[in-house]
């Protein structure tokens, strides 16, 4: 099992939050974290093809949300998660349990 934090960040780089939980376990499955709405307060916007922020994701690929910023799991795995071209981040926290 690999497990994801998922991180956003402010335009202004004043806050940094954990939004959620990305799986993999021969599925993927994301997950927002429990105070989602504080950080939409902030200004996060749930992902369009994820909007539900009280349901766990399932699919048999990558989320297309992710995807698009990553590709595959060896960027996400690598220490260099963090893109230019948008605020998330994407940081592997466990290797195989």
Avoid: Q
Avoid at 7 to 23: A, N, Q, V
Avoid at 25 to 49: A, H, M, Q, S, V
């Amino acid at each position: 099992m690999e497990v994801f934090y998922v991180y956003w960040s402010s335009y202004d780089l004043k806050y940094k939050r954990i939004i959620g939980f990305l799986i993999h376990d021969d599925l993927w499955y994301f997950k927002y974290n429990n105070n989602i709405e504080e950080t939409i307060k902030l200004g996060f916007r749930p992902f369009p093809d994820m909007n539900d922020i009280d349901k766990i994701y399932e699919s048999k690929d990558l989320f297309l949300t992710f995807k698009n910023r990553y590709k595959d799991i060896k960027l996400m795995k690598s220490e260099k998660g963090e893109l230019i071209t948008d605020k998330i981040m994407i940081k592997h926290i466990k290797e195989r349990v």
